[in-house]
């Protein structure tokens, strides 16, 4: 199986997709790719999805100064955004109870 199927399989198990929770992880994988530099959140803890750019992460590391969990975050985001080719990768931030992580996908 690969990356991108196993991620889906596990985010449709989440039970927070609803019935057609394969064809929209597989939409919101497009949109990001189409998107281009970035990464592609979804948080399961909110029940959120947005796309964060890279000029999106700086400007939430300088909202929030305050906040060090999300800070390191953030900055972890950025890292990884300087290690993905986005000519052939996506990247996906996973937000759950058990903590986040950054995959990337082959497109």
Not at 41 to 46: A, C, I, R, S
Not at 72 to 76: G, H, P
């Given at each position: 199986?690969?990356?991108?199927?196993?991620?889906?399989?596990?985010?449709?198990?989440?039970?927070?997709?609803?019935?057609?929770g394969e064809l929209v992880i597989k939409d919101l994988i497009t949109i990001a790719t189409e998107k281009g530099v970035g990464t592609l959140?979804?948080?399961?803890?909110?029940d959120s999805t947005t796309f964060m750019s890279v000029s999106d992460i700086e400007n939430e590391l300088i909202?929030?100064?305050?906040?060090?969990e999300d800070i390191?975050?953030?900055?972890?985001m950025l890292a990884t955004i300087n290690n993905v080719n986005f000519e052939t990768q996506v990247l996906i931030t996973l937000i759950t109870d058990q903590g986040t992580t950054n995959f990337t996908l082959d497109r």
């Open positions: 199986m690969t990356r991108r199927n196993d991620l889906i399989s596990q985010l449709i198990q989440s039970g927070k997709w609803g019935e057609e959140v979804l948080n399961l803890l909110n909202d929030c100064q305050e906040d060090e390191v975050l953030l900055e972890e």
